[in-house]
C-alpha cells in the first residue's frame, strides 16, 4: 500500500471510531462468566476503567440477571461445574430477554471443532487460552462498538426526525404492548388522539418552517407533561397519540386538560404573535377488566379517540372529548375544556 492510500485509510478509520460517542460506549455493560475468581478478578481489572462490568462464576445467576436487560456483551467461559458454557449459551439465545445480547467463548479448548460447535450455538466469537489480553481488548471494542450502533440504528429507526418523539412504527409497538399489558392484568389504559388546531391555517400564514418549529415546541410541551409511565408519539402530520397505562377516565381528562392549558400557554415566537395554537383531544378508555378483546381492539380504540377528536373539532375546538369502553354500555359522554 501506498503512503497516499495508507493516509487514506487511517483518517478513515480516524473518522469512524471518532463517531462513536465515548461517553455511551463506556456506559454499556460487559458481563464475565467463569468459574475461576482468578480469571474474574483478571477480566474486571482489564475492563473495568472502558465498560461496566459484571462478573459472575454461576450461568445460572447470571442469565437470571442478564433477564433485566443490563447487559451488551458477554465473555463466558465453557468448562464449568454448574453448567457447561455451550448449555449457558443455549439458554442465552433461547430466552427472547436474552437472545440479542453477543457471546464470546473464552476458553482453553482450542480445537477446530469446539470453536466451531460455540460459533453454531450463536457466539459472536470465540477466544482460546491463554489468552493475548492485547487482543481480547481489542476484540470486545469491535464488539461494543457493533452494539453501540445497532443501538443508535434502533434509536433511529424509532424516533420522529422533527419532533424527537416515537415515531409511528414504535408508537404502534408500544401502543400494543400497554394493551396487551392492560388485557392481561385488569387495569385501564387511556389513549388519546392529539391534533393542531388549524394548523393548515398556521402553515399557510407563517410557511412551513415556522410551522415545524410549532410541531416541535408542541411535542417538547406533550413529553414534559408525561409521567414517567406515559408514552408520547407522533402520530403523522399535526397529529399524536399519547398512551396512558394503569389511568382510567378520570385521570385521563386530567391529564388532557393539563396538556390543553401547557399548550395555551406555550411562548409565541415574534413571528406568531397574534397566532392562537391551540389543540383538541379524543380520548377513549379501555378497561382491561370488563373488556374482551372481541370487543375492542387497539385499532378500535384509535377509531373510537379519533371519533372523539372529531367531535371535538366540529363543537368548537380547544378542548378534549371522550370515550369510555364498557363491558354493558358505549357511552360518549361530553366535552371538558
Request: hydrophobic share 35%; aromatic share 8%; charged share 25%.
Amino acid at each position: 500500500m501506498d503512503s497516499k492510500k495508507a493516509c487514506t485509510s487511517n483518517n478513515q478509520a480516524s473518522y469512524i471510531r471518532s463517531t462513536v460517542d465515548e461517553s455511551v460506549l463506556s456506559s454499556q455493560t460487559l458481563m464475565v462468566i467463569d468459574d475461576s475468581k482468578e480469571n474474574l478478578s483478571l477480566m474486571k481489572a482489564l475492563f473495568e476503567s472502558d465498560y461496566q462490568v459484571v462478573t459472575f462464576d454461576d450461568p445460572a445467576e447470571s442469565i437470571t440477571y442478564a433477564q433485566q436487560g443490563a447487559v451488551d456483551l458477554v465473555l463466558l467461559d465453557v468448562n464449568m461445574p454448574s453448567m457447561h458454557g455451550y448449555d449457558a449459551c443455549t439458554q442465552f439465545k433461547s430466552n427472547p430477554l436474552t437472545s440479542q445480547i453477543p457471546i464470546i467463548f473464552v476458553t482453553a479448548l482450542s480445537s477446530t471443532e469446539n470453536e466451531a460447535k460455540g460459533l453454531s450455538l450463536g457466539a459472536v466469537d470465540y477466544v482460546t487460552k491463554p489468552v493475548n489480553l492485547v487482543i481480547l481488548r481489542a476484540r470486545v471494542r469491535n464488539h461494543m462498538e457493533s452494539v453501540y450502533y445497532r443501538k443508535q440504528l434502533e434509536i433511529l429507526s424509532s424516533v420522529d426526525g422533527l419532533t424527537g418523539l416515537a415515531n409511528r412504527r414504535s408508537l404502534d409497538s408500544m401502543l400494543q404492548l400497554h394493551y396487551n399489558s392492560t388485557q392481561r392484568f385488569g387495569f385501564n389504559m387511556t389513549l388519546m388522539m392529539i391534533d393542531i388546531d388549524d394548523f393548515k391555517s398556521y402553515n399557510d400564514r407563517y410557511g412551513h418552517v415556522q410551522g415545524d418549529d410549532c410541531l416541535k415546541r408542541i411535542a417538547t410541551c406533550l413529553k414534559a407533561q408525561c409521567r414517567e409511565t406515559d408514552f408520547v408519539g407522533r402520530y403523522g402530520g399535526e397529529e399524536f397519540v399519547m398512551v396512558l397505562p394503569d389511568t382510567d377516565l378520570e385521570g385521563g381528562l386530567t391529564m388532557a386538560n393539563k396538556l390543553l392549558k401547557a399548550v395555551r400557554k406555550l411562548t409565541k415566537t415574534k413571528d406568531e404573535q397574534s397566532a392562537k395554537v391551540t389543540i383538541s383531544i379524543g380520548l377513549s378508555v379501555f378497561n382491561g377488566r370488563v373488556n374482551s378483546e372481541e370487543q375492542h381492539t387497539v385499532n378500535s380504540l384509535i377509531e373510537l379517540a379519533d371519533e372523539q377528536l372529531y367531535k371535538a373539532k366540529r363543537s368548537g375546538k380547544n378542548k378534549v372529548c371522550h370515550y369510555l369502553a364498557s363491558a354493558n354500555q358505549n357511552r360518549f359522554s361530553g366535552s371538558a375544556v
